[in-house]
């Protein structure tokens, strides 16, 4: 496809994920290149990745007139919604672990290409149970309450004020002790090769342990 080109700054499955959401719909799509045709039966526009957080979008100007304008707006809506506040009472609440889990800033939602973050919320008796991640390390800043962190065989106390890395595929779990809500941030980096990748299970939601949560 030759003619129009812009750059936005967006990863490709991000601008290509907000374009659908806009109407476009998917004329062709690989994780390397996708052409997609406008709404209402519009021009087709090729997306393909410029670097890993930016998208290159060419169209054929002679396809419809003003074609460049209607790509570039609908285009440029993925890099605004990368620069967008996200609300934790937006996001809905990850329980399956255990605790208030609310992952908020991350590829599907602002096209982080690096990292995700997020909060856990910890009520008096909660733990966010056993697991670690083969590719990530994870940040803990707790900014308010305490909470123990039983990495493997050692348990660290942290309070509110500090932080904590937890190191790549060291199995831990996070439990509140104390006698009021723990909340923590939250941040792990780098991404996994895959989001179903980047956790692994070592035991239940009530502590039991997971047939398939070894790292053999």
């Given amino acids: 496809m030759s003619g129009g080109e812009a750059v936005v700054g967006a990863p490709l499955a991000f601008t290509r994920a907000v374009l659908c959401e806009q109407g476009a719909e998917p004329v062709e ?14 021009p087709e526009c090729e997306l393909t990745a410029a670097a890993a957080d930016r998208t290159r979008v060419r169209w054929d ?20 919604r990368r620069r967008r506040p996200v609300s934790a009472a937006a996001v809905p609440a990850n329980r399956r672990r255990g605790g208030d889990v609310r992952t908020m800033l991350a590829p599907p939602a602002v096209g982080a290409t690096s990292g995700f973050s997020g909060t856990a919320r910890l009520a008096p008796g909660e733990r966010i149970t056993e697991h670690y991640h083969p590719f990530s390390e994870e940040f803990v800043h707790v900014v308010a309450g305490r909470v123990d962190v039983e990495m493997e065989e050692e348990r660290v106390r942290v309070d509110a004020g500090e932080g904590l890395l937890i190191p790549r595929e ?19 980096s780098p991404l996994a090769p895959r989001p179903d990748l980047g956790h692994v299970d070592t035991e239940g939601p009530e502590g039991a342990a997971e047939p398939d949560g070894g790292r053999g």
Avoid at 170 to 188: K, Q
């Fill in 61 to 80: 100007p002679a396809a419809d007139g003003g074609a460049g304008e209607k790509i570039a707006a609908l285009a440029a809506g993925a890099e605004q």
């Fill in 170 to 188: 060291v199995r831990h779990r996070m439990v509140n002790d104390g006698d009021e809500e723990a909340a923590v941030v939250f941040f792990l």
């Fill in 29 to 42: 799509d690989t994780p390397d290149r996708a052409v997609l045709r406008l709404p209402g039966g519009g």
